[in-house]
T-cell receptor
Framework: QKEVEQNSGPLSVPEGAIASLNCTYSDRGSQSFFWYRQYSGKSPELIMFIYSNGDKEDGRFTAQLNKASQYVSLLIRDSQPSDSATYLCAVSSNNNDMRFGAGTRLTVKP | GAGVSQTPSNKVTEKGKYVELRCDPISGHTALYWYRQSLGQGPEFLIYFQGTGAADDSGLPNDRFFAVRPEGSVSTLKIQRTERGDSAVYLC???WGGGPYNEQFFGPGTRLTVL
């Protein structure tokens, strides 16, 4: 079992729709959770981080964390074609390293 | 200010050769990380520096891989006797401090191709 699991996609949504990206993790000691966006050929850039159970909203993005279920998600409202990218879920514990999922490829169709 | 920079952007080498990849972190960032990303995969942790010392090198795949950060700023990842399986994008990231709550900023990566 991989430490961080994501559906590889591709996930395709129409412009203006809500895109829902999911991630599960295996280490119950995980303390912080990150969503990175990676455009093709580019390096990852941080979109959201969340530490506590519940929802965290930032503009069109909402991160949701459920530690009991070891589940974290990212919702993108009013999806735009420019949101088309690979979204990486990353999990960190006290060990200072960050474990990434393989990423979900999102396509937003105009 | 300047972000994380990495050189070279691309490196092509032959199997068995030695390569060095350089990372220049954001000024003032004490923590530096190396990752490796293969096609279709997420970044894979290699090593973490806090200052000059390697605080966690548990991700280095074998003893052909070594990294240094002698002055607590620039870091060099060194790969001996390269193998075709080493081909990947090597990413460097830095943050203000270590630990799970500090945002890591990534550099553009070095694409290594071993022929």
């Amino acid at each position: 079992q991989k430490e961080v699991e994501q559906n590889s996609g591709p996930l395709s949504v129409p412009e203006g729709a809500i895109a829902s990206l999911n991630c599960t993790y295996s280490d119950r000691g995980s303390q912080s959770f990150f969503w990175y966006r990676q455009y093709s050929g580019k390096s990852p850039e941080l979109i959201m981080f969340i530490y506590s159970n519940g929802d965290k909203e930032d503009g069109r993005f909402t991160a949701q964390l459920n530690k009991a279920s070891q589940y974290v998600s990212l919702l993108i409202r009013d999806s735009q074609p420019s949101d088309s990218a690979t979204y990486l879920c990353a999990v960190s514990s006290n060990n200072n390293d960050m474990r990434f999922g393989a990423g979900t490829r999102l396509t937003v169709k105009p | 200010g300047a972000g994380v920079s990495q050189t070279p952007s691309n490196k092509v080498t032959e199997k068995g050769k030695y390569v060095e990849l350089r990372c220049d972190p954001i000024s003032g960032h004490t923590a530096l990380y190396w990752y490796r990303q293969s096609l279709g995969q997420g970044p894979e942790f290699l090593i973490y520096f806090q200052g000059t010392g390697a605080a966690d090198d548990s991700g280095l795949p074998n003893d052909r891989f070594f990294a240094v950060r002698p002055e607590g700023s620039v870091s060099t990842l060194k790969i001996q006797r390269t193998e075709r399986g080493d081909s990947a994008v090597y990413l460097c990231a830095s943050s203000w401090g270590g630990g799970p709550y500090n945002e890591q900023f990534f550099g553009p990566g070095t694409r290594l191709t071993v022929l």
